[in-house]
């Protein structure tokens, strides 16, 4: 499935080569003949993604403009060329659009499982029966925890419903609520305040990460050197035994979906098995089998610090650091300017979040997918013709420069990923990202955010997780295979139960 981060990498990269001109359209396979004929020499205003959905628009500037909906669904793309660099392939049987612009010679090719012509009441409709998007500026936590606390559906579903939560998929699910530590079937009504804001937290930071590297990966970098692996791409997403802590991963179908959750880092709790109304949030503490980042802790609340890490956060904020562990915890949210334990229903006060920005061009993700020897049938490139993504593939795997990234190599453009998907971390939106903003930039202490490795408990289990991308392909290959079923019947968010 095409999720969200990728979509938004199309209209990013359409904004910039495509939108502004007048193109000669047609639909190579017959399907999009009308909408082609609509919007022919027609000037391409502007390109907008909203979870899954793209909506382009054409027309003149004063309008009224034509809205060309696009949902890629399992296996889509919209490619751009430059016929006067490279070879423009024919259009396939699954070419619906083909726009072509003489005068600078791109060729785009658009192939979905959705492309509807309309006006800009179709944008409108459809607009309106999307959740929030977690990589729009637009995005309202207050009013999706307003949602979400009032539904009976699990976290796991609404995760997927397009109509909550606009962007994100299965995989995206999985490690969501693992880095979250909440187990999938805690019901919205249970969740509360506290868990809704670290799953929001985390659905930002991963799919902005998804955004600037092209691909889905969930894993910090720092952790994933210290379990001794650092090309680990994820958690527990197709996976029998968890990264972190090496306990046992378990899986079961919602709707259609398999869903994971980690035995250790995501327990069921007595209170989450029955729903109630309002659920006292549980008292967190650190936990030595699943040891979490600082910088992940310290988001979380002071709860989850130890005496010596409380001790070296107040130091740096010029406090008392005398006192039972306690007393720390509660000068120190004092500080932080929040309640120990949280109140439910305190609402979200978002600050602004960075503009997006892609670190890795389309060809530069491409191989790094390759060269982590992950099947692009777990997760493709949408900005990418197939042509020219086995292109981008085939130059990494021979060691040469990949076209657009710069002058570097793909290695060093992860590097930069990897940087900059950290420094990433203190921007994203959410309630607890409040306490950040009183960390001065020039300082790490306390925050873990130095990139010193940390420790983490390595335990039999763990030793013989030396997952590599290659020996999870195949597996990933087969989830994938069994999900391509669904592409036929796959939901566009036309009502307000759409899921994925």
């Keep these: ?155 796991g579903q609404l995760l ?22 909440v187990h999938p079937n805690v019901k919205g009504i249970d969740l509360g305040r506290a868990r809704f804001d670290r799953v929001w937290l985390h659905t930002v930071e991963l799919l902005r990460r998804g955004f600037a590297c092209g691909s889905i990966l969930t894993v910090d970098p720092d952790e994933a050197k210290a379990l001794g692996n650092p090309r680990l791409r994820r958690y527990i997403y197709n996976s029998a035994h968890c990264a972190r802590c090496g306990g046992r991963v378990v899986s079961w179908d919602v709707s259609a979906r398999t869903c994971y959750a980690c035995t250790r880092c995501q327990p069921l709790n007595d209170a989450d098995a029955i729903s109630q109304p309002k659920a006292s949030p549980a008292k967190v503490f650190v936990s030595h089998c699943a040891r979490e980042p600082l910088a992940d802790r310290i988001l979380q609340g002071p709860s989850k610090l130890v005496v010596k890490e409380l001790r070296a956060e107040l130091e740096r904020r010029g406090l008392e650091t005398k006192g039972t562990k306690a007393v720390l915890v509660k000068r120190l949210a004092t500080a932080m300017d929040i309640d120990e334990p949280e109140d439910e229903q305190e609402p979200t006060h978002l600050p602004a979040s960075p503009p997006l920005e892609m670190a890795l061009s389309a060809e530069a993700a491409a191989a790094e997918k390759a060269l982590a020897g992950e099947n692009r049938a777990v997760e493709h490139i949408a900005e990418l013709h197939p042509s020219q993504a086995a292109k981008a593939a085939a130059l990494a795997r021979t060691g040469k420069r990949t076209r657009g990234g710069g002058g570097k190599k793909v290695a060093g453009q992860v590097e930069e990923v990897e940087a900059a998907s950290e420094a990433e971390e203190v921007h994203t939106a959410g309630r607890v990202v409040k306490l950040e903003a009183k960390v001065e930039p020039e300082s790490d202490v306390g925050l873990g955010l130095g990139g010193r490795q940390r420790k983490v408990r390595r335990t039999p289990q763990t030793a013989q997780l030396k997952h590599t991308a290659q020996t999870k392909a195949g597996s990933e290959q087969t989830e994938a295979g069994s999900e391509q079923t669904e592409a036929g019947s796959e939901p566009v968010a036309d009502s307000a139960s759409a899921v994925e």
């Design 1 to 155: 499935m095409v999720e969200g981060h990728s979509v938004h990498r199309v209209a990013a990269s359409h904004t910039k080569r495509l939108v502004g001109k007048k193109f000669k359209a047609s639909s190579p396979n017959g399907r999009f003949t009308d909408g082609a004929t609509a919007i022919n020499n027609q000037v391409f205003q502007r390109i907008e993604a909203v979870g899954k959905n793209l909506f382009a628009f054409f027309g003149p500037i004063k309008g009224p403009l034509f809205v060309v909906h696009v949902h890629f669904g399992m296996s889509g793309q919209w490619s751009v060329f430059d016929s006067n660099s490279e070879d423009v392939p024919e259009p396939t049987p699954t070419t619906r659009l083909r726009l072509e612009h003489p005068e600078t010679g791109l060729v785009s090719h658009l192939s979905a499982m959705t492309v509807q012509l309309g006006d800009e009441a179709l944008y409108t409709e459809k607009r309106a029966v999307l959740g929030q998007d977690p990589l729009r500026a637009d995005a309202d936590a207050d009013l999706l925890f307003e949602k979400v606390s009032n539904s009976k559906k699990t976290i």
């Design 160 to 181: 997927m419903d397009q109509s909550v939560f606009a962007g994100p998929g299965n995989i995206y699910r999985a490690e969501i609520l693992f880095k979250a530590g």
